[in-house]
């Protein structure tokens, strides 16, 4: 399993960014895939969440109605489409998938992290 994410960056606030978390080594159309964030010196948080197929995307409080999560399974990629960014979006964000779907060795898989700075 190997997840990359792509397309951070220094944005002005109420500039928008497109994030790219690329996927291999699994069936990717059959797994939700969700995108968090690690500001310095905070936990991790979960934004958005999008599943394999059918049901609803989920999205943190603090994003909703300005980031949108979508999927391209002929391309095993995840997108977060941020727009009105803010300072306080600043952070290292994350794609992760739990994989297998069950059993003792499902385990959550991270890529390596995309650094988004909203700042003037």
């Known amino acids: 399993v190997h997840l990359v994410e792509s397309g951070g960056g220094l944005v002005q606030p109420g500039g928008s960014l497109r994030l790219s978390c690329a996927a291999s080594g699994f069936t990717f159309s059959r797994y939700s895939i969700s995108w968090h964030r690690q500001a310095p010196g905070k936990e991790r948080e979960l934004v958005a969440v999008?599943?394999?197929?059918?049901?609803?995307?989920y999205y943190a409080d603090s994003v909703k109605g300005r980031f949108t999560i979508s999927r391209d399974n002929a391309k095993n990629t995840v997108y977060l489409q941020m727009n009105s960014l803010k300072p306080e979006d600043t952070a290292v964000y994350y794609c992760?998938?739990?994989?297998?779907?069950?059993?003792?060795?499902?385990?959550?898989?991270w890529g390596q992290g995309t650094q988004v700075t909203v700042s003037s």
């Open positions: 992760n998938v739990r994989y297998p779907s069950y059993g003792a060795s499902r385990r959550d898989y």
């Open positions: 999008i599943p394999s197929a059918g049901g609803s995307t």
